[in-house]
């Protein structure tokens, strides 16, 4: 049974940094692409960065240069380092699998069919 654990949220003060984790068991990453997405209070699912079986990735206007997604399949878990954290990060983080189809990756959360159970971000001061 394919299943996806996050971990590594928390609260930090603006301009700090977090790395969470998505680990994965009852599959392989390696035929998977993989994204993480957000939902704050009272806003809709959004994507943030994704990183396609082949390892390339593609991130959300809001985040690039300061969030990085990276993959390690030895641990068959994925990665999303958060630097230069502002409020506006503030959201339940989840990440979510999908089979990889395509070469490249997406941010749609339509496009994603496992999730995990999300992870709490507070970027606050």
């Known amino acids: 049974q394919l299943q996806l654990v996050e971990s590594g949220g928390g609260s930090v003060q603006p301009g700090g940094s977090l790395r969470l984790s998505c680990a994965a068991s009852g599959f392989t990453l390696n035929y998977y692409h993989i994204g993480w997405f957000r939902q704050a209070p009272g806003k809709e699912r959004e994507g943030v960065s994704c990183?396609?079986?082949?390892?390339?990735?593609n991130s959300a206007n809001s985040v690039k240069g300061r969030f990085t997604m990276s993959r390690d399949n030895a641990k068959n878990t994925v990665y999303l380092q958060m630097n230069s954290l502002k409020p506006e990060d503030t959201a339940v983080y989840y990440c979510?699998?999908?089979?990889?189809?395509?070469?490249?990756?997406?941010?749609?959360?339509?496009?994603?069919?496992?999730w995990g159970q999300g992870t709490q971000v507070t970027v606050s001061s």
């Open positions: 990183i396609s079986s082949g390892g390339s990735t």
């Open positions: 979510a699998a999908t089979s990889a189809v395509f070469r490249l990756c997406a941010t749609n959360p339509r496009d994603y069919t496992d």
